[in-house]
Structure formats: structure tokens, C-alpha cells
């Protein structure tokens, strides 16, 4: 069992930062990988970024490659999205999710978080 609490979502203007944190507990959190998904009013949730927990790899998608940094810090179990010159449509709730498969693929999430508001004003 796995379980995951986001936090750091909030209201930021275009161009904004913000970082958000996904603390993980469970005693076998480091056999999975953890990535940040996010689901917009209407649309599917989708995978923004992952890092298995025992390989130093990071994974984007397009959409937000350059803008946003994955990391993880061990000793706290925790994995961050640092996000940068945010956009109107990163608007979205964003989850943390983990997953012993391919952190891409949003069916194969396991354990997923409750998810914080992210809204990016124009």
C-alpha cells in the first residue's frame, strides 16, 4: 500500500511559478515509480511527468518539457514539480500518482493522491 498527499497548488498569472510536493509513505514506495498527472475541466487526465523511484531518470511530456523539473528527495519521500512560465492551460487539477508499469500510461497508476488546484490567470 502506498499512499500519497499533494500540496503546493494555488492561483498564479502567466509567466508564474509554482512548485508542488507529493509526500509518499508506505513501505515499498521505493519499488514504484511516481509521476504528476493533471485533469482539466472536460478533459481526460494526462501524464506531465514521472521518476521511478531507484532510477535517477525523468520523464515529460511535450507538452510541458523545458517548463517544468521533476526531483525527489529520499530522505523525505517526497517528489516535486517545480513549474515554470506557466500557462493559462496548465490550468488543471494535478495528481500524483504511482505506479509499479510505465509511469506514462494514466491506467496503469495504482495509487493516486487527491489532487491540488492549479489555476494559471491570463
Same mark, same amino acid.
Do not use: H
Given at each position: 500500500q502506498v499512499q500519497l498527499v499533494e500540496s503546493g497548488g494555488g492561483l498564479v498569472q502567466t509567466g508564474g511559478s509554482l512548485r508542488l510536493s507529493c509526500a509518499a509513505s508506505g513501505r515499498t514506495v521505493s519499488d514504484y515509480a511516481v509521476g504528476w498527472f493533471r485533469q482539466a475541466p472536460g478533459k %481526460? &487526465? %494526462? $501524464?506531465?511527468? @514521472? /521518476?521511478?523511484?531507484?532510477? @535517477? /531518470? *525523468? /520523464?515529460? !511530456? %511535450? !507538452?510541458?518539457? @523545458? &517548463? $517544468? *523539473?521533476? !526531483? &525527489?528527495?529520499s530522505a523525505k519521500n517526497t517528489v516535486y514539480l517545480q513549474m515554470n512560465s506557466l500557462k493559462p492551460e496548465d490550468t488543471a487539477v494535478y495528481y500524483c500518482g504511482a505506479t509499479r508499469a510505465d509511469v506514462r500510461v494514466v491506467v496503469l497508476v495504482t495509487y493516486w493522491g487527491q489532487g491540488t488546484q492549479v489555476t494559471v490567470s491570463s
Amino acid at each position: 500500500q502506498v499512499q500519497l498527499v499533494e500540496s503546493g497548488g494555488g492561483l498564479v498569472q502567466t509567466g508564474g511559478s509554482l512548485r508542488l510536493s507529493c509526500a509518499a509513505s508506505g513501505r515499498t514506495v521505493s519499488d514504484y515509480a511516481v509521476g504528476w498527472f493533471r485533469q482539466a475541466p472536460g478533459k %481526460e &487526465r %494526462e $501524464f506531465v511527468a @514521472g /521518476i521511478p523511484w531507484k532510477v @535517477g /531518470i *525523468t /520523464i515529460y !511530456s %511535450e !507538452s510541458v518539457k @523545458g &517548463r $517544468f *523539473t521533476i !526531483s &525527489r528527495d529520499s530522505a523525505k519521500n517526497t517528489v516535486y514539480l517545480q513549474m515554470n512560465s506557466l500557462k493559462p492551460e496548465d490550468t488543471a487539477v494535478y495528481y500524483c500518482g504511482a505506479t509499479r508499469a510505465d509511469v506514462r500510461v494514466v491506467v496503469l497508476v495504482t495509487y493516486w493522491g487527491q489532487g491540488t488546484q492549479v489555476t494559471v490567470s491570463s
